[in-house]
């Protein structure tokens, strides 16, 4: 019997060490893909790939939202990919309008904005700028990693003190307990609030699921040390992963409440474009005997797809199993005194301080 041709034989996609996407994954831009093949020669092994981390040179920082269905109307990201990692990243697909792979160049090549600083100050003392909070954090985590060098974060954080700017961050990661100094007094002003988020209590399943972010250990620790220090924290349960992790929403918000949290709310996860099939490949990986039923259970909450971005629904799905989850979810807020609504931020002491060579005025 002949043996077959190599260009028959495909290399399974690799599994990374600390990384998150199975395989490289394509840019949806390309046209053309590479797939790699066997040739039956023996390989060496590559070394895993290192985080690079290129500049971006905008020219504003503040994006405005229309979308009715979020919480915020402006935000602000200082990073575009995530070394976090995170398999279920709904934000992975952004990464292609820059060249680049959703997959593992979006945990892998990172892209910074030294300028974020500098263009927040220039627009918030524009006459034209209209106070509202700012939220950051809302597409990738602005204390991911490469933060602790490059203090970015830190330096944003600085400008929306000393302008008095109200902000909500969102974030995974017990760095931002690093900046502790700045966001006490803001939040003594009512400038602040952060939420946390906290996907599973599992640190097996975390570590694989979200491969370079903190154990949720050191999150739930996070929530402790922010209230401890009158931070006004959430708990954000998400995503939730119907067969995977859904079992744990109330153990989460249990945990979160002890440690000082005061609200909560959670996500049903959300696949847009090359998410589906990277998330797919990562079950079957990592939880071979549970994809299919997992599979399945988010096409019942999504009309028999894994991903449908209608306005309203996309948050938290539709169906029985999606509502299973919002009225425990509801209930859990109320069991552990969660259920306070949504605390609001005073923008009325916006005050752009002055520059070197302003005059004071002589006359109130």
């Not at 999150?219 to 744990?248: T, Y």
Request: aromatic fraction near 6%; charged fraction near 25%.
């Amino acid at each position: 019997m002949p043996s077959p041709a190599f260009t028959d034989i495909q290399l399974p996609a690799p599994v990374l060490k600390g990384r998150g996407a199975i395989g490289a994954s394509d840019n949806r831009y390309e046209l053309l893909s590479r797939v790699a093949l066997d040739d039956g020669w023996s390989q060496e092994e590559q070394p895993p790939p290192r985080t690079e981390v290129s500049f971006d040179t905008s020219k504003s920082i503040i994006v405005q939202q229309t979308a009715l269905d979020l919480p915020f109307r402006q935000s602000l990201n200082i990073y575009r990919g995530c070394e976090h990692g995170c398999a279920y990243c709904f934000a992975r697909p952004t990464h292609a309008y820059w060249g680049l792979a959703p997959g593992l160049d979006f945990e892998t090549k990172l892209i910074a904005k030294p300028d974020a600083p500098r263009l927040l100050t220039e627009a918030l003392r524009k006459k034209s700028y209209k106070v509202a909070p700012l939220a950051i954090g809302t597409n990738t985590d602005p204390y991911q990693p490469i933060e602790r060098s490059l203090g970015l974060m830190r330096q944003v954080l600085e400008v929306l003190r000393d302008f008095q700017h109200p902000v909500g961050i969102t974030t995974k990661a017990a760095l931002i307990t690093r900046d502790l100094d700045i966001l006490a007094p803001m939040a003594a002003q009512n400038l602040v609030r952060v939420a946390i988020s906290v996907t599973t209590l599992d640190r097996d399943l975390a570590r694989l699921l979200e491969p370079r972010a903190p154990t949720p250990a050191r999150r739930i620790e996070a929530i402790r040390q922010l209230s401890d220090a009158g931070v006004p924290v959430a708990v954000f349960a998400s995503p939730m992963i119907p067969g995977l992790n859904d079992h744990e929403l109330e153990a989460i918000l249990e945990a979160a409440a002890q440690a000082g949290a005061r609200t909560a709310s959670a996500i049903l996860i959300r696949l847009p474009m090359e998410v589906a099939p990277l998330m797919e490949a990562w079950l079957r990986e990592h939880r071979p005997q549970r994809a299919e039923r997992v599979l399945s259970l988010i096409r019942q909450c999504r009309e028999g797809q894994l991903y449908k971005a209608k306005p309203g629904e996309r948050f938290r799905g539709t169906g029985p199993v999606a509502d299973m989850i919002g009225q425990r979810l509801r209930l859990a807020r109320t069991r552990y005194g969660l259920a306070a609504p949504a605390w609001e931020l005073d923008c009325t002491r916006f005050a752009p301080p002055p520059t070197l060579g302003d005059q004071f005025t002589l006359f109130s």
